[in-house]
């Protein structure tokens, strides 16, 4: 009886530890792993055609999009990166924006 109990125990510490915290997503981070080869750190750099996202107009609506779906050389990253990564990434690439 007192295994069952003890066993019990374990296992809804491990539920409790695993489940029921929502995991932070960075878009720092994403952008860092998966966006600087060609944008560049500071959003800039322009390799291989990329847009240079310090100028960038566009919404964060229509960044999410660009994101998911792709545009010109662009990638979609929608069957690589969650739909809250790439919100989380489309966030951050505002921070990189010159334009107020």
């Known amino acids: 009886m007192k295994k ?4 019990a ?4 510490l491990i539920v409790l530890a695993c489940g029921g915290k929502e995991k932070i997503v960075d878009g720092k981070t994403i952008y860092k792993k998966n966006c600087v080869i060609c944008h560049g750190a500071k959003g800039n750099m322009g390799a291989n055609g990329a847009y240079n996202l310090t100028i960038s ?3 964060l609506q229509e960044r999410v ?3 998911t779906n792709g545009r010109k050389a662009m990638a979609p990253y929608k069957n690589i990166l969650t739909k809250e990564q790439i919100a989380a990434v489309a966030a951050y690439t505002e921070s990189l924006s010159e334009v107020e």
Not at 4 to 7: K, L, N
Not at 9 to 12: D, R
């Open 57 to 59: 107009e566009l919404s």
């Open 9 to 12: 125990i374990i296992i809804m």
């Open 4 to 7: 069952i109990g003890f066993a």
């Open 65 to 67: 999009h660009v994101i």
